[in-house]
């Protein structure tokens, strides 16, 4: 798993200093055997739990996107939870942006895979269609303090 920082928290947003965001990622193939067992299929390839999502939390991850490309950061839609520690502003300032913009890749992988005349490559949609972080109609889990829930 990794650890990635894409803004360490601080009152208004720098272009250098962003507010609080993190992203816990991993890739299941590094962690979980092959073996073929119920628990390992269930698993996704790729996960990612965001940790705080304050202003500017999308505009970060797309920034450090752009300068590691082939990274676990091709699409947002990887990620399947949100934990906001707490109600400030500044850690959850972006949350609104962050969902939507999980659920427009969501929606353009699916329509990406439609379009392709490949059958396999179907089938791999329908098989992904019950894993959450491709499921274009799921939305991420989101764990927070109950002002922050209600806010959405």
Partial sequence: ARLLVLGTGCASPSPFR???GYVLMG???HEVSRKKDAISQSIPRRWALALEA???FVTQWRRYAEVTPNSDLSGI????AIWISHAH???YGGLIPLLLAISTDRKAWLLDVERSSSEPARKRCKE???VPSRNPFSSPFVFAPRK???FL
């Fill in 128 to 130: 992904c269609a019950s």
């Fill in 54 to 56: 304050g202003e500017g």
């Fill in 148 to 150: 922050v829930l209600q």
């Fill in 18 to 20: 962003g507010a609080s």
């Fill in 27 to 29: 890739n299941a193939d």
């Fill in 89 to 91: 502003w500044d850690h």
């Fill in 77 to 80: 839609s990887v990620i399947s």
